[in-house]
């Protein structure tokens, strides 16, 4: 191959990965973003936080930042330490994301109930908990916006820590038809949503 065709290699990785490059900005912008505007989100997990969508885009970001800084430096200046690092580290992310796949796949009933038992756990402990404004209003939100309530049904919101020994629900269950949403929960009999593991 000539020097032309190492060139116009050379261009059209250096190009590529400045793209890829903006895109990771895009990315961790997004989850900076969500980070600030929707923190809530996060602590719906309590024992899965970093597997939130603002924490996935901020490290997804970041990496793919690193990565494509390093693909687009080492093909500009032709710096073969800087190439065989890329190439590592693509090779290393691609098998990783591979295996994670797999893995996700071959678990999905598993993993679907470790999440459903995650957002029990976290409507149990930590709904109206002092310095959890952030999750109340989460849940609060996903149930008004999707007409849904509870992870499974209304029962996931008994006797939960906000309120021993009541069988009641949030506000944020009852349906738009109720004129008068203050402690509306209380009336269960009334509350006929759906789960919001069904509407997601």
Request: hydrophobic share 40%; proline share 1%; charged share 15%.
């Amino acid at each position: 191959m000539g020097r032309s065709g190492y060139t116009c290699i050379r261009y059209t990785m250096c190009t590529s990965n400045v793209l890829v490059w903006l895109v990771a900005c895009g990315v961790l912008g997004i989850g900076v973003w969500l980070r600030l505007a929707y923190g809530g989100y996060a602590t719906m997990l309590p024992g899965y936080s970093a597997l939130s969508a603002d924490s996935l885009c901020i490290i997804a970001g970041m990496i793919t930042f690193f990565v494509a800084f390093f693909g687009c430096c080492g093909s500009w200046f032709q710096n073969r330490c800087l190439l065989i690092l890329y190439v590592t580290l693509v090779g290393t992310i691609f098998t990783m994301e591979v295996t994670a796949g797999t893995l996700a796949f071959v678990y999905r009933d598993d993993v679907k109930g470790t999440l459903k038992n995650e957002f029990k756990l976290g409507i149990k402990h930590n709904y109206r908990k002092t310095g959890q404004e952030g999750f109340t209003l989460a849940w609060d939100h996903i149930q008004t916006r999707l007409d849904c309530c509870g992870v499974s049904n209304k029962n996931d919101w008994y006797n939960i820590d906000a309120w021993t020994n009541q069988s009641r629900v949030p506000d944020s269950c009852c349906d738009e038809q109720v004129t008068n949403k203050t402690d509306c929960g209380i009336n269960v009999s009334e509350i006929g949503r759906a789960s919001c593991r069904e509407r997601v």
